[in-house]
Protein backbone atom coordinates (compact mmCIF):
# COMPACT_ATOMS: atom_id res chain seq x y z
CA UNK A 1 0.00 0.00 0.00
CA UNK A 2 1.38 3.48 -0.46
CA UNK A 3 -0.25 6.58 1.23
CA UNK A 4 0.01 10.08 0.82
CA UNK A 5 2.47 12.08 2.61
CA UNK A 6 2.46 15.55 1.94
CA UNK A 7 3.37 17.12 5.34
CA UNK A 8 1.92 20.93 4.97
CA UNK A 9 -1.56 19.18 4.54
CA UNK A 10 -3.95 18.89 7.24
CA UNK A 11 -2.46 18.15 10.80
CA UNK A 12 -5.01 15.62 12.85
CA UNK A 13 -4.68 16.57 16.40
CA UNK A 14 -6.70 13.44 18.05
CA UNK A 15 -8.32 14.34 21.77
CA UNK A 16 -7.74 10.40 22.43
CA UNK A 17 -4.50 10.85 22.42
CA UNK A 18 -4.25 13.63 25.46
CA UNK A 19 -1.07 14.92 23.99
CA UNK A 20 0.43 18.41 22.02
CA UNK A 21 2.77 17.19 19.12
CA UNK A 22 4.09 19.92 17.41
CA UNK A 23 2.37 20.95 14.06
CA UNK A 24 3.23 21.05 10.68
CA UNK A 25 6.52 22.58 9.51
CA UNK A 26 8.21 23.26 12.93
CA UNK A 27 11.18 21.65 12.89
CA UNK A 28 12.78 20.26 16.30
CA UNK A 29 16.70 20.19 15.77
CA UNK A 30 18.61 17.40 18.03
CA UNK A 31 22.60 17.11 16.95
CA UNK A 32 22.59 16.88 13.55
CA UNK A 33 18.58 16.24 12.25
CA UNK A 34 15.66 18.58 12.60
CA UNK A 35 12.09 16.81 12.70
CA UNK A 36 8.87 18.56 11.59
CA UNK A 37 5.80 16.30 12.81
CA UNK A 38 3.31 16.04 10.36
CA UNK A 39 -0.21 14.39 10.77
CA UNK A 40 -0.91 11.70 13.19
CA UNK A 41 -3.51 8.97 12.23
CA UNK A 42 -5.12 6.53 14.11
CA UNK A 43 -7.44 3.96 12.91
CA UNK A 44 -10.59 4.69 14.81
CA UNK A 45 -10.64 8.26 16.55
CA UNK A 46 -13.67 7.31 18.71
CA UNK A 47 -11.43 4.10 20.07
CA UNK A 48 -10.60 5.01 23.63
CA UNK A 49 -7.06 5.00 24.00
CA UNK A 50 -7.68 3.64 27.43
CA UNK A 51 -8.10 -0.10 26.23
CA UNK A 52 -4.27 -0.04 25.64
CA UNK A 53 -3.00 -2.00 28.32
CA UNK A 54 -0.35 0.37 30.40
CA UNK A 55 -1.06 2.36 33.47
CA UNK A 56 -0.57 5.54 31.64
CA UNK A 57 -1.89 5.39 28.15
CA UNK A 58 -1.58 8.64 27.06
CA UNK A 59 1.69 9.51 28.39
CA UNK A 60 2.68 5.97 26.02
CA UNK A 61 1.80 7.47 23.68
CA UNK A 62 3.22 10.52 24.13
CA UNK A 63 6.47 8.83 24.07
CA UNK A 64 6.17 8.56 19.98
CA UNK A 65 7.28 11.51 19.43
CA UNK A 66 10.29 11.61 21.87
CA UNK A 67 11.31 8.18 20.04
CA UNK A 68 11.06 9.74 16.75
CA UNK A 69 13.44 12.69 17.99
CA UNK A 70 15.90 10.05 19.61
CA UNK A 71 15.88 7.91 16.40
CA UNK A 72 17.17 10.71 14.26
CA UNK A 73 18.82 13.00 16.14
CA UNK A 74 22.42 12.39 14.41
CA UNK A 75 20.30 11.97 11.05
CA UNK A 76 22.22 14.18 7.90
CA UNK A 77 19.97 13.39 5.19
CA UNK A 78 16.40 14.35 4.24
CA UNK A 79 14.12 12.08 4.60
CA UNK A 80 9.82 11.61 5.11
CA UNK A 81 8.79 9.17 6.83
CA UNK A 82 5.88 7.55 8.87
CA UNK A 83 6.19 5.64 11.76
CA UNK A 84 3.37 2.98 11.67
CA UNK A 85 2.12 1.10 15.43
CA UNK A 86 -0.36 -1.84 15.25
CA UNK A 87 -1.64 -2.73 18.87
CA UNK A 88 -3.31 -6.03 19.34
CA UNK A 89 -4.93 -8.08 22.04
CA UNK A 90 -3.81 -11.32 20.74
CA UNK A 91 -0.43 -10.92 19.53
CA UNK A 92 2.60 -8.10 20.28
CA UNK A 93 2.39 -4.65 19.00
CA UNK A 94 4.15 -4.41 15.64
CA UNK A 95 6.03 -1.56 14.64
CA UNK A 96 6.78 -0.33 11.41
CA UNK A 97 8.98 2.63 9.74
CA UNK A 98 8.54 3.68 6.37
CA UNK A 99 10.71 6.22 4.72
CA UNK A 100 11.50 7.72 1.40
CA UNK A 101 14.67 7.38 0.73
CA UNK A 102 14.84 4.46 3.35
CA UNK A 103 16.70 5.02 6.19
CA UNK A 104 19.68 3.12 8.05
CA UNK A 105 18.88 0.12 9.57
CA UNK A 106 20.35 1.28 13.08
CA UNK A 107 17.52 3.96 12.90
CA UNK A 108 14.86 1.66 13.03
CA UNK A 109 16.79 -0.26 15.88
CA UNK A 110 16.85 3.09 17.97
CA UNK A 111 13.07 3.15 17.60
CA UNK A 112 12.80 -0.14 19.10
CA UNK A 113 14.72 0.85 21.53
CA UNK A 114 13.26 3.94 22.98
CA UNK A 115 9.83 1.96 22.51
CA UNK A 116 11.03 -0.86 24.06
CA UNK A 117 9.62 -3.67 21.41
CA UNK A 118 10.15 -6.27 23.44
CA UNK A 119 7.29 -4.85 26.27
CA UNK A 120 5.26 -2.93 24.59
CA UNK A 121 1.82 -2.30 25.96
CA UNK A 122 -0.75 -4.36 23.98
CA UNK A 123 -4.97 -4.03 23.95
CA UNK A 124 -6.82 -5.39 26.67
CA UNK A 125 -9.36 -6.22 23.57
CA UNK A 126 -9.57 -5.56 19.74
CA UNK A 127 -6.95 -3.40 17.78
CA UNK A 128 -5.66 -0.06 17.04
CA UNK A 129 -3.12 1.47 15.27
CA UNK A 130 -1.34 4.95 14.85
CA UNK A 131 0.79 6.28 11.92
CA UNK A 132 2.85 9.78 13.07
CA UNK A 133 3.72 11.35 9.48
CA UNK A 134 6.95 13.57 10.34
CA UNK A 135 10.09 14.85 7.89
CA UNK A 136 13.52 14.62 8.76
CA UNK A 137 16.27 17.56 7.75
CA UNK A 138 15.36 19.65 4.41
CA UNK A 139 12.54 18.15 3.29
CA UNK A 140 11.68 20.68 0.78
CA UNK A 141 14.08 19.15 -1.66
CA UNK A 142 12.28 15.78 -1.80
CA UNK A 143 8.60 15.71 -4.17
CA UNK A 144 6.02 15.88 -1.22
CA UNK A 145 3.37 14.55 -4.23
CA UNK A 146 5.18 11.18 -4.40
CA UNK A 147 4.35 8.59 -1.56
CA UNK A 148 5.92 6.71 0.37
CA UNK A 149 6.18 2.81 -0.09
CA UNK A 150 4.71 0.96 2.86
CA UNK A 151 3.04 -2.44 3.36
CA UNK A 152 0.84 -1.07 7.02
CA UNK A 153 -2.32 -1.77 6.97
CA UNK A 154 -4.45 -0.16 9.61
CA UNK A 155 -6.85 -3.09 10.92
CA UNK A 156 -9.73 -1.57 8.84
CA UNK A 157 -8.43 -2.44 5.91
CA UNK A 158 -6.78 -5.54 6.72
CA UNK A 159 -10.23 -7.02 7.71
CA UNK A 160 -11.31 -5.28 4.31
CA UNK A 161 -9.00 -7.51 2.39
CA UNK A 162 -8.80 -10.79 3.86
CA UNK A 163 -12.71 -10.95 3.59
CA UNK A 164 -12.78 -10.28 0.03
CA UNK A 165 -10.04 -13.19 -0.42
CA UNK A 166 -12.41 -15.54 1.50
CA UNK A 167 -15.01 -17.91 0.01
CA UNK A 168 -19.01 -17.89 -0.13
CA UNK A 169 -18.92 -20.12 2.75
CA UNK A 170 -16.11 -18.48 4.64
CA UNK A 171 -17.63 -15.24 5.12
CA UNK A 172 -20.36 -15.55 7.46
CA UNK A 173 -18.01 -17.38 9.77
CA UNK A 174 -15.44 -14.51 9.65
CA UNK A 175 -18.34 -12.20 10.61
CA UNK A 176 -19.20 -14.28 13.67
CA UNK A 177 -16.16 -14.40 14.71
CA UNK A 178 -15.42 -10.95 14.68
CA UNK A 179 -18.54 -9.52 16.25
CA UNK A 180 -17.50 -12.07 18.95
CA UNK A 181 -14.14 -11.67 19.67
CA UNK A 182 -13.61 -7.92 19.23
CA UNK A 183 -16.69 -6.21 18.65
CA UNK A 184 -18.61 -6.80 21.31
CA UNK A 185 -15.48 -7.03 24.07
CA UNK A 186 -14.19 -4.10 22.85
CA UNK A 187 -18.02 -2.61 23.25
CA UNK A 188 -18.62 -3.77 26.72
CA UNK A 189 -14.95 -2.04 27.77
CA UNK A 190 -16.08 1.37 26.68
CA UNK A 191 -19.76 0.59 27.94
CA UNK A 192 -18.42 -0.58 31.38
CA UNK A 193 -17.00 2.63 32.31
CA UNK A 194 -20.13 4.33 32.29
CA UNK A 195 -21.77 6.08 35.86
CA UNK A 196 -22.74 3.01 38.19
CA UNK A 197 -26.03 4.62 38.45
CA UNK A 198 -26.92 3.47 34.67
CA UNK A 199 -26.96 0.22 36.01
CA UNK A 200 -29.05 -1.31 32.87
CA UNK A 201 -25.64 -0.08 30.60
CA UNK A 202 -23.06 -1.54 33.16
CA UNK A 203 -25.22 -4.40 33.03
CA UNK A 204 -25.67 -5.15 28.78
CA UNK A 205 -21.96 -3.90 29.04
CA UNK A 206 -20.97 -7.10 31.28
CA UNK A 207 -23.14 -8.92 28.99
CA UNK A 208 -20.87 -8.02 25.43
CA UNK A 209 -17.88 -8.83 27.44
CA UNK A 210 -18.86 -12.29 28.78
CA UNK A 211 -18.33 -13.99 25.48
CA UNK A 212 -19.30 -17.42 26.62
CA UNK A 213 -23.21 -16.28 27.38
CA UNK A 214 -23.72 -15.47 23.81
CA UNK A 215 -22.84 -18.91 22.74
CA UNK A 216 -25.19 -20.95 25.76
CA UNK A 217 -27.63 -18.25 25.26
CA UNK A 218 -30.42 -16.94 22.14
CA UNK A 219 -29.91 -13.48 21.29
CA UNK A 220 -33.63 -13.33 22.10
CA UNK A 221 -32.87 -14.03 25.64
CA UNK A 222 -30.30 -11.50 25.98
CA UNK A 223 -32.22 -8.67 24.67
CA UNK A 224 -35.63 -9.17 23.70
CA UNK A 225 -36.36 -10.70 27.30
CA UNK A 226 -33.98 -8.93 29.10
CA UNK A 227 -34.80 -6.19 31.65
CA UNK A 228 -31.19 -5.33 31.93
CA UNK A 229 -31.29 -4.44 27.89
CA UNK A 230 -34.58 -2.71 27.76
CA UNK A 231 -32.95 -0.38 31.12
CA UNK A 232 -30.21 0.09 29.10
CA UNK A 233 -32.20 0.96 25.93
CA UNK A 234 -34.04 3.79 27.86
CA UNK A 235 -30.88 5.06 29.90
CA UNK A 236 -28.41 5.57 26.40
CA UNK A 237 -28.52 8.79 25.20
CA UNK A 238 -31.00 9.34 22.49
CA UNK A 239 -28.24 9.84 19.88
CA UNK A 240 -25.65 6.91 20.96
CA UNK A 241 -26.29 3.45 18.90
CA UNK A 242 -24.09 1.51 21.40
CA UNK A 243 -26.64 -0.58 23.13
CA UNK A 244 -28.74 -1.07 19.84
CA UNK A 245 -25.49 -1.91 18.64
CA UNK A 246 -24.93 -4.70 21.18
CA UNK A 247 -28.31 -6.14 19.65
CA UNK A 248 -26.56 -5.79 15.96
CA UNK A 249 -23.53 -7.44 16.41
CA UNK A 250 -25.17 -10.47 18.68
CA UNK A 251 -27.31 -11.57 15.78
CA UNK A 252 -24.23 -11.69 14.10
CA UNK A 253 -22.30 -13.31 16.42
CA UNK A 254 -25.12 -16.18 16.01
CA UNK A 255 -24.75 -16.19 12.57
CA UNK A 256 -28.35 -14.91 12.15
CA UNK A 257 -27.35 -12.30 9.21
CA UNK A 258 -31.05 -11.29 7.94
CA UNK A 259 -31.74 -10.13 11.64
CA UNK A 260 -28.65 -8.26 11.73
CA UNK A 261 -29.70 -6.81 8.46
CA UNK A 262 -33.14 -5.87 9.75
CA UNK A 263 -31.66 -3.80 12.42
CA UNK A 264 -28.98 -2.19 9.92
CA UNK A 265 -31.73 -0.88 7.79
CA UNK A 266 -33.51 0.43 10.85
CA UNK A 267 -30.39 2.42 11.98
CA UNK A 268 -29.76 3.93 8.74
CA UNK A 269 -32.62 6.01 9.04
CA UNK A 270 -31.22 8.12 11.44
CA UNK A 271 -28.22 10.34 12.89
CA UNK A 272 -25.81 8.90 15.28
CA UNK A 273 -23.25 10.77 17.05
CA UNK A 274 -19.70 9.59 16.21
CA UNK A 275 -18.24 6.54 18.68
CA UNK A 276 -16.62 3.02 18.61
CA UNK A 277 -20.21 1.61 18.22
CA UNK A 278 -20.87 3.70 15.59
CA UNK A 279 -17.32 3.21 13.31
CA UNK A 280 -18.21 -0.43 13.44
CA UNK A 281 -21.66 -0.24 12.00
CA UNK A 282 -20.16 1.18 9.15
CA UNK A 283 -17.40 -1.39 8.63
CA UNK A 284 -20.04 -4.09 8.74
CA UNK A 285 -22.02 -2.00 6.25
CA UNK A 286 -19.22 -2.52 4.29
CA UNK A 287 -18.53 -5.87 4.84
CA UNK A 288 -22.36 -7.15 4.26
CA UNK A 289 -22.46 -5.36 1.17
CA UNK A 290 -19.98 -7.37 0.11
CA UNK A 291 -21.53 -10.22 0.92
CA UNK A 292 -24.86 -9.58 0.52
CA UNK A 293 -23.93 -8.83 -3.60
CA UNK A 294 -22.32 -12.24 -3.63
CA UNK A 295 -25.09 -13.98 -2.23
CA UNK A 296 -27.41 -12.79 -4.44
CA UNK A 297 -25.76 -13.26 -7.31
CA UNK A 298 -25.88 -17.18 -5.93
CA UNK A 299 -29.70 -17.00 -5.52
CA UNK A 300 -30.08 -15.56 -8.98
CA UNK A 301 -28.27 -19.06 -9.93
CA UNK A 302 -30.81 -21.11 -8.79
CA UNK A 303 -33.80 -19.05 -9.76
CA UNK A 304 -31.75 -19.17 -13.69
CA UNK A 305 -31.74 -22.87 -13.43
CA UNK A 306 -35.49 -22.88 -12.19
CA UNK A 307 -36.58 -21.03 -14.78
CA UNK A 308 -35.01 -23.21 -17.29
CA UNK A 309 -37.21 -25.97 -15.62
CA UNK A 310 -34.25 -27.59 -13.71
CA UNK A 311 -35.55 -28.02 -10.42
CA UNK A 312 -32.82 -30.22 -9.10
CA UNK A 313 -30.24 -27.70 -10.06
CA UNK A 314 -32.20 -25.33 -8.68
CA UNK A 315 -32.17 -27.13 -5.38
CA UNK A 316 -28.41 -27.87 -4.88
CA UNK A 317 -27.96 -23.60 -5.35
CA UNK A 318 -30.33 -23.27 -2.89
CA UNK A 319 -28.89 -25.90 -0.67
CA UNK A 320 -25.12 -24.77 -1.23
CA UNK A 321 -26.56 -21.16 0.36
CA UNK A 322 -27.81 -22.32 3.02
CA UNK A 323 -25.53 -24.67 3.69
CA UNK A 324 -23.19 -21.60 4.64
CA UNK A 325 -25.79 -19.12 5.71
CA UNK A 326 -29.17 -20.89 7.09
CA UNK A 327 -30.52 -17.31 7.94
CA UNK A 328 -31.11 -16.69 4.31
CA UNK A 329 -34.96 -16.57 4.18
CA UNK A 330 -34.48 -15.45 0.42
CA UNK A 331 -32.96 -18.91 -0.57
CA UNK A 332 -35.44 -20.58 2.13
CA UNK A 333 -38.03 -19.26 -0.06
CA UNK A 334 -36.49 -19.93 -3.27
CA UNK A 335 -36.14 -23.75 -2.07
CA UNK A 336 -39.36 -24.34 -0.72
CA UNK A 337 -40.91 -23.00 -4.13
CA UNK A 338 -38.28 -25.73 -6.36
CA UNK A 339 -39.68 -28.40 -3.92
CA UNK A 340 -43.12 -27.75 -4.94
CA UNK A 341 -42.21 -29.78 -8.88
CA UNK A 342 -39.96 -32.41 -6.71
CA UNK A 343 -41.82 -33.15 -3.83
CA UNK A 344 -45.78 -32.99 -2.21
CA UNK A 345 -47.03 -29.32 -1.64
CA UNK A 346 -47.94 -30.61 2.28
CA UNK A 347 -44.35 -31.45 3.39
CA UNK A 348 -43.53 -27.55 1.98
CA UNK A 349 -46.27 -26.25 3.34
CA UNK A 350 -44.66 -28.28 6.55
CA UNK A 351 -41.29 -26.00 6.79
CA UNK A 352 -41.97 -23.17 5.11
CA UNK A 353 -43.15 -20.61 7.94
CA UNK A 354 -40.49 -22.25 10.43
CA UNK A 355 -37.69 -22.00 8.21
CA UNK A 356 -38.19 -18.39 6.03
CA UNK A 357 -39.87 -16.42 9.05
CA UNK A 358 -37.51 -18.33 11.42
CA UNK A 359 -34.88 -16.42 9.39
CA UNK A 360 -36.41 -13.23 8.41
CA UNK A 361 -39.90 -12.38 10.19
CA UNK A 362 -40.27 -9.70 8.46
CA UNK A 363 -39.71 -11.39 4.91
CA UNK A 364 -42.27 -9.62 2.48
CA UNK A 365 -43.34 -12.72 0.78
CA UNK A 366 -45.52 -15.59 1.65
CA UNK A 367 -46.41 -19.46 -0.11
CA UNK A 368 -49.15 -20.60 2.27
CA UNK A 369 -51.69 -18.92 4.01
CA UNK A 370 -54.51 -21.65 5.82
CA UNK A 371 -55.83 -19.22 8.04
CA UNK A 372 -57.11 -16.02 8.20
CA UNK A 373 -54.31 -14.98 10.39
CA UNK A 374 -51.64 -16.33 8.70
CA UNK A 375 -52.92 -14.48 5.44
CA UNK A 376 -53.13 -10.88 7.38
CA UNK A 377 -49.67 -11.52 8.81
CA UNK A 378 -48.36 -12.42 4.85
CA UNK A 379 -49.86 -9.32 3.74
CA UNK A 380 -48.92 -7.24 6.72
CA UNK A 381 -45.25 -8.57 5.14
CA UNK A 382 -45.83 -7.23 1.94
CA UNK A 383 -46.61 -3.51 2.87
CA UNK A 384 -43.41 -3.66 4.16
CA UNK A 385 -42.33 -1.89 0.70
CA UNK A 386 -44.83 0.70 1.27
CA UNK A 387 -42.78 1.99 3.39
CA UNK A 388 -39.84 4.92 3.74
CA UNK A 389 -40.72 6.16 -0.29
CA UNK A 390 -42.00 9.72 1.29
CA UNK A 391 -39.83 11.33 3.68
CA UNK A 392 -42.79 13.51 4.76
CA UNK A 393 -44.43 10.55 5.88
CA UNK A 394 -41.56 9.06 7.95
CA UNK A 395 -42.91 9.24 11.18
CA UNK A 396 -45.95 7.72 10.67
CA UNK A 397 -44.45 4.89 8.18
CA UNK A 398 -42.00 4.40 11.69
CA UNK A 399 -45.09 3.58 13.74
CA UNK A 400 -46.56 1.77 10.71
CA UNK A 401 -43.59 -0.36 10.30
CA UNK A 402 -43.74 -1.01 13.87
CA UNK A 403 -47.03 -2.04 13.74
CA UNK A 404 -46.16 -4.52 11.56
CA UNK A 405 -43.52 -5.89 13.28
CA UNK A 406 -46.09 -6.12 16.23
CA UNK A 407 -48.87 -7.96 13.81
CA UNK A 408 -45.96 -10.37 13.34
CA UNK A 409 -45.29 -11.36 16.54
CA UNK A 410 -41.50 -10.06 16.08
CA UNK A 411 -42.25 -8.49 19.86
CA UNK A 412 -38.67 -7.42 20.22
CA UNK A 413 -37.89 -5.94 16.78
CA UNK A 414 -41.32 -4.16 17.11
CA UNK A 415 -40.23 -2.71 20.79
CA UNK A 416 -36.74 -0.91 19.55
CA UNK A 417 -38.72 0.48 16.46
CA UNK A 418 -41.34 2.30 18.78
CA UNK A 419 -38.64 2.90 20.94
CA UNK A 420 -37.19 4.98 18.06
CA UNK A 421 -40.50 6.53 17.09
CA UNK A 422 -40.92 7.95 20.45
CA UNK A 423 -37.31 9.66 20.36
CA UNK A 424 -38.16 10.46 16.69
CA UNK A 425 -41.75 12.31 16.94
CA UNK A 426 -42.80 13.95 19.76
CA UNK A 427 -46.38 14.24 17.80
CA UNK A 428 -46.43 10.30 18.22
CA UNK A 429 -45.29 9.71 21.29
CA UNK A 430 -48.22 8.05 23.23
CA UNK A 431 -48.71 5.61 20.74
CA UNK A 432 -45.68 4.50 20.16
CA UNK A 433 -45.31 4.36 24.46
CA UNK A 434 -48.37 1.90 24.03
CA UNK A 435 -46.73 -0.14 21.79
CA UNK A 436 -43.43 -0.37 23.34
CA UNK A 437 -44.93 -0.73 26.70
CA UNK A 438 -46.96 -3.79 25.28
CA UNK A 439 -44.36 -5.49 23.42
CA UNK A 440 -42.32 -5.10 26.62
CA UNK A 441 -45.06 -6.71 28.57
CA UNK A 442 -45.56 -9.71 26.22
CA UNK A 443 -41.75 -10.49 26.16
CA UNK A 444 -42.10 -10.81 30.03
CA UNK A 445 -40.33 -7.25 31.09
CA UNK A 446 -42.72 -6.34 33.35
CA UNK A 447 -41.27 -3.80 35.37
CA UNK A 448 -40.60 -0.63 32.48
CA UNK A 449 -43.81 0.11 32.67
CA UNK A 450 -43.18 1.53 36.32
CA UNK A 451 -41.03 4.19 35.13
CA UNK A 452 -43.99 5.85 32.57
CA UNK A 453 -47.54 7.45 33.96
CA UNK A 454 -50.50 6.60 33.58
CA UNK A 455 -53.01 3.02 33.18
CA UNK A 456 -50.74 0.84 31.70
CA UNK A 457 -53.73 -2.13 31.50
CA UNK A 458 -55.07 0.87 29.10
CA UNK A 459 -52.44 1.22 27.27
CA UNK A 460 -52.29 -2.29 26.34
CA UNK A 461 -55.47 -2.41 25.75
CA UNK A 462 -55.53 0.07 22.84
CA UNK A 463 -52.64 -1.84 21.20
CA UNK A 464 -55.08 -4.96 21.36
CA UNK A 465 -57.65 -3.43 20.43
CA UNK A 466 -55.97 -1.30 17.21
CA UNK A 467 -54.46 -4.73 16.10
CA UNK A 468 -57.67 -6.33 16.16
CA UNK A 469 -59.04 -4.01 13.73
CA UNK A 470 -56.24 -3.84 11.29
CA UNK A 471 -56.73 -7.71 11.23
CA UNK A 472 -60.04 -7.59 10.53
CA UNK A 473 -59.94 -5.08 8.00
CA UNK A 474 -57.62 -6.67 6.24
CA UNK A 475 -58.90 -7.83 2.96
CA UNK A 476 -56.67 -11.41 3.00
CA UNK A 477 -58.01 -12.36 6.35
CA UNK A 478 -61.55 -11.50 5.18
CA UNK A 479 -61.03 -13.91 1.83
CA UNK A 480 -60.01 -16.72 3.75
CA UNK A 481 -62.93 -16.52 6.14
CA UNK A 482 -65.46 -16.11 3.30
CA UNK A 483 -63.90 -19.17 1.83
CA UNK A 484 -64.22 -21.22 5.38
Known amino acids: MRRNTSINGCFCLLILIGVILPGPGEAQPLSGGQISMGELVVSSANLPIALLDVEDPAAWMGMIEEAVYFAFRDEPDAHLAMLCIAFHADRPTALELCCRPPCAPQIISALEERLGIDTMPRMKCGEFAVVQHFAVNDYETLSTEDEIPCDFEFPQERRLRQFDALSFAERPRFLAAWARSEVLPVLGHILGKVDAKFEGVRGQAAVMRGTESLGQ ?5 LTDSSG ?13 VSIIASRVFMHLAHGEIERTQNLLLLLYKFHWEPSAANDYLEELRALLTIYLD ?4 LIKQGISAFDRGD ?7 YR ?23 ADLESAEDGYDTHVYGANPLYPIGMFASTGESAFRIERRMGISELFADPDSFAEDLLS ?9 TLG ?9 ILYNEENRDRALDGFLYCLEQLGVTDIKANFRGDAQARFRRVEDAARVRMESSVMYQAMHKKR
Open 413 to 421: LAAEIYWQA
Open 217 to 221: ETVAS
Open 311 to 317: SQEAIRV
Open 294 to 297: QRHS
Open 228 to 240: TYWRARLEMAVAD
Open 320 to 342: QVLQADSSCAWAWHEYFLARETT
Open 401 to 409: YADIALDVE
